[in-house]
């Protein structure tokens, strides 16, 4: 994986060492994980521009929000992943693969803690346990 800190690897370890919220995006294909302290950015999609990168590219990411207590996964799946139409299936994959993922980069980063999905962003989660 291709780690990328911004705006350097001082920041965001000083940021880790402080217990300070972290953005973390992590690539649909695993090969890269993008993070910055939150104050340092904000939001995601920030990031993404932050680090020369487009951030219409948002829906290629995984986003994550983590600190030594724990990863909140914003879990936001697009219509078009992997292009699977089927909703149901689509969801799943998306779950499945974005937990893999998350888990491998939260250990690339030295953290070992649970990924969690906010309530506010349980509306997909909920649907795809509902049927």
Request: charged share 25%; hydrophobic share 40%.
């Amino acid at each position: 994986m291709n780690i990328i800190k911004y705006p350097d690897t001082e920041a965001v370890n000083t940021a880790i060492k402080n217990g300070d919220p972290l953005l973390m995006l992590v690539s649909f294909d695993s090969s890269e994980i993008i993070i910055s302290g939150i104050d340092d950015t904000v939001e995601h999609w920030v990031l993404l521009s932050q680090t020369g990168h487009d951030p219409s590219d948002i829906d290629k990411y995984f986003r994550v929000v983590v600190n030594r207590d724990g990863a909140d996964w914003t879990f936001v799946c697009p219509p078009a992943y992997k292009n699977i139409v089927d909703r149901q299936r689509r969801l799943k994959a998306f779950y499945k693969d974005g937990f893999d993922a998350i888990s491998d980069a939260l250990l690339e980063i030295g953290f070992m803690v649970g990924i969690n999905i906010p309530t506010r962003y349980r509306r997909h989660w909920d649907e795809l346990w509902s049927n």
